[in-house]
């Protein structure tokens, strides 16, 4: 069916509402999969130079790619799919953008406006089940709404506290002649809407935050993906270096701040290192900015932070985080590059002042040999025994990533091997489905990062369970010669779930072996190697650790997409762990003993922080490395 | 009136753009936070294209706040006030439907009705439908007390509405 045309030439009918307002906001990277009810808008695009559309094998697919170059960019993604089974397919990923924050336009075709609710063929009620899952969600029942829609749905999904915006398109409507000559309105007109950004109250709540800051003796930043959202990574990077003080960071922030930075602690959380976990339960005066305090970072609530004693600041552009999970004494409802910048100026101004004490040398001073003291495991510098552990491959990646080249992860182990382990240079570079824990994000948001940076090597980081969720992808690979380097960890488990079958199951692997015992040989499917082939791609399967650094730069010299298939440990944890729900009494260390942090960190320089002095004390018998009284 | 061991009750008056959906929104926010919602009301407000819901929640203060801060978040709702009952003034309506027993008659029925000032606006032989008016807690003891004295058949309830006192309201500037 071809798109009726308007016999005036200066009025639209409302796909080419769509396209002129997409045009205009300049988002004309479209990922999608036709059908029935979206015909008329893929008429509409059809051999027009200035848009490109990704065909993508899966809804799904679609949506975690629009993610996937939100991500990278910072920019609006956008996917369409069909109605129906098109727009159901699409509910996952419009759940993972709206838990990780993510700006994304999604719209899918509707059948016509007059066959709504009678159960029509590929017919769904798209309004209702995509409401718990997205900022905001639209039903256009008239042309003239076309424009006023699509324009607020940008609106609304960019700004504030980004999120996905879901547009139910009827078939009759995106054929319909809008006959208006300014069918897309100049202003929004957005009466409920007022994002959040910036008040004069945040600027004086940030004067009583540095006012705390200043006294607290333990202070250590949380830093959250909001901070990349806001793109605030200088001015927390300026923070940090006005302050001196520790930065931890969550699994979203990953890559805000270099994990080479001398106060960079790392990952904190239920895979978190021990250092960072170690200093927030520590801590006095805990500065979360741009995070929302997931059971996943907080584990037991009553002992965080500071073991349940220490003081809150939190900074979030979305008033309604503030004080959801973890109690707040200073609550700052602002954009972290807002908040920041101001924190940075009236920073200076105060440490410009001479009288200010010199207090927190000692606990540089911890940083410091805490880094040191908590180096990365034998394990991995070694390498084990026999066979291979996923904390070599990372040990291997961290020397072939380039500063740009931007890491992509799967969901399960091999997402908190890279978290964990990889070191991130830059923002925009650690993509990874955080709130939801999608499997199969990964791939077709690496699709999505690679549209975003043509110029960086993306680099997939999955396991074999993950990467078969969304394996189809490699037509789209290679239909569109989209390079991605997919390093598939195989340890023939579903690792993480099988982990905590070790671990809380009593060994009992239920339904997370993915291959099977014949008569004494071990079988699995698919050959990965073999299923790149399939799609005319090559790859390498590597099973001696000397091997992988080969392997891996193989893939980086590759033209087209290359497939590193890596056997690894089938029974390797990630580690170390805090169990769900748990404190820090109760850590797995990184040789696999539960026991508490506090012991784990008995074999570093102890440190007893006596804070009316000072003074720093490390427990060994040496006087002179005792720290020196102020 | 008040108990300690109830759960604490207050309101929140929604200005809300009135498209269609908006009341599926609030209440799936609910359901999906696990907040328990114990009254419903919304109808026309005195500007077109906008309705005014008044949303009777049960919860602590950090319940209070979660509402408070999600229902702002929602795009079609324009303003989100909470409503004290020193501040403001409440109503609910409830129309009660009653058999009457042999042993009290329609008298003792009657006298209740006096006391309360009910109306009384439907009367067969052994039936009787009152409306009352008034505070939720007056309703409920006029249900209990009527109780005594005749089969309670059927209630239905209006859910409270309510306005600030005095020159505050809550409207689009």
């Known amino acids: 069916m071809a798109t009726k045309k308007p016999k005036d030439e200066k009025t639209l009918t409302g796909t080419g509402i769509v396209k002129k307002v997409l045009k205009d906001s300049g988002n004309t990277l479209l990922f999608g999969y036709p059908g029935g009810a979206i015909m008329p808008f893929f008429d509409e695009i059809h051999n027009d130079p200035d848009i490109t559309h990704i065909l993508m094998r899966h809804e799904q697919s679609a949506g975690h790619a629009a993610e996937g170059f939100a991500a990278a960019s910072g920019k609006l993604g956008v996917c369409m799919t069909t109605s129906g089974p098109g727009a159901t397919n699409l509910i996952t990923a419009l759940a993972n953008a709206y838990y990780d924050s993510s700006p994304i336009l999604a719209f899918s075709g509707q059948v016509a406006t007059h066959l709504i609710g009678n159960d029509a063929f590929q017919e769904a009620d798209l309004i209702g089940a995509t409401m718990a899952v997205t900022k905001h969600n639209y039903l256009i029942k008239d042309v003239k709404d076309v424009g006023r829609v699509f324009k607020e749905a940008i609106h609304i999904a960019t700004t504030g506290r980004p999120g996905p915006v879901f547009i139910d398109f009827p078939k009759d409507i995106q054929l319909t002649d809008s006959k208006q000559k300014h069918p897309v309105p100049d202003r929004i007109n957005l009466a409920g809407y007022n994002p959040n950004i910036y008040s004069k109250a945040a600027s004086r709540q940030i004067k009583y935050a540095l006012d705390m800051i200043m006294k607290a003796k333990y202070p250590v930043i949380l830093a959250g993906g909001g901070i990349s959202i806001a793109n605030a990574h200088s001015e927390l990077e300026e923070l940090v270096n006005q302050l001196k003080i520790p930065v931890v960071y969550t699994l979203k922030g990953k890559g805000i701040i270099s994990d080479d930075h001398p106060y960079t602690l790392g990952l904190i959380g239920m895979h978190g290192r021990m250092r960072s976990n170690f200093a927030v339960a520590e801590t006095d005066l805990l500065i979360a900015i741009g995070c929302r305090f997931s059971d996943r970072i907080t584990g037991d609530l009553n002992q965080f932070p500071g073991q349940g004693g220490a003081k809150v600041i939190h900074i979030d552009v979305d008033a309604a985080e503030i004080g959801k999970n973890v109690p707040v004494d200073l609550p700052i409802v602002a954009d972290a590059k807002m908040a920041l910048t101001e924190m940075n100026s009236q920073l200076r101004t105060r440490l410009a002042d001479p009288k200010l004490p010199k207090s927190q040398s000692w606990w540089h001073r911890w940083i410091k040999d805490i880094k040191q003291s908590e180096g990365i495991p034998n394990i991995v510098k070694k390498g084990p025994r026999k066979g291979i552990y996923p904390e070599k491959v990372m040990y291997e990646l961290n020397r072939i990533l380039k500063p740009d080249d931007v890491v992509v992860t799967e969901v399960g182990q091999n997402q908190m091997y890279a978290a964990h382990f990889l070191n991130i240079a830059k923002p925009r570079c650690f993509i990874t489905s955080g709130g939801l824990g999608t499997m199969g994000f990964g791939f077709p948001a690496a699709i999505g990062a690679k549209m975003a940076r043509q110029k960086s090597e993306i680099w997939l980081i999955a396991g074999d369970g993950s990467i078969q969720m969304n394996s189809h992808e490699l037509a789209t690979v290679k239909q569109h010669r989209i390079k991605v380097n997919i390093v598939i960890l195989n340890n023939k488990y579903l690792g993480m779930v099988r982990q905590w079958q070790e671990l809380f199951h009593d060994k009992r692997y239920a339904g997370t072996d993915l291959g099977m015992e014949n008569n004494g040989k071990s079988e699995y499917w698919p050959d990965f190697i073999k299923l790149a082939g399939a799609y005319g791609l090559n790859g390498r399967k590597v099973n001696d650790p000397k091997k992988v650094m080969d392997a891996l730069k193989e893939s980086r010299e590759s033209k087209e997409t290359f497939v590193v298939e890596i056997n690894t440990e089938p029974e390797a944890n990630v580690l170390p762990m805090l169990p769900p729900g748990g404190a820090l009494n109760s850590y797995y260390s990184v040789e696999g003993k539960q026991e508490s942090i506090y012991n784990c960190f008995r074999r570093l320089p102890r440190v007893e922080a006596e804070a009316e002095n000072y003074v720093f004390k490390v427990d060994v018998k040496d006087p002179k490395k005792l720290g020196k009284k102020r | ?173």
């Open chain 2, 1 to 173: 009136m008040s108990d300690p061991d109830k759960t604490p009750v207050f309101l929140v008056a929604l200005l809300v753009e009135d498209h269609p959906g908006v009341t599926m929104k609030i209440a799936g926010m609910f359901a999906r936070r696990g907040i328990n919602l114990s009254s419903f009301t919304g109808a026309a407000s005195e500007k077109k294209g906008f309705s005014r819901i008044i949303l009777k929640v049960e919860g602590d203060h950090q319940v209070f706040e979660q509402i408070y801060k999600q229902m702002n978040k929602l795009i079609e709702v324009v303003k989100v006030k909470t409503l004290y009952p020193d501040n403001s003034t409440l109503r609910e309506l409830a129309l009660v439907k009653v058999t009457l027993k042999k042993e009290y008659g329609r008298a003792a029925v009657m006298s209740l009705n006096e006391i309360f000032r009910n109306k009384v606006i439907d009367v067969t032989r052994k039936t009787m439908t009152m409306e009352v008016v008034g505070s939720s807690d007056k309703i409920d003891s006029f249900i209990e007390l009527v109780g005594e004295r005749a089969v309670v058949r059927e209630v239905a309830r209006s859910g409270t509405v309510a306005l600030y006192r005095g020159e505050d309201s809550i409207f689009l500037d």
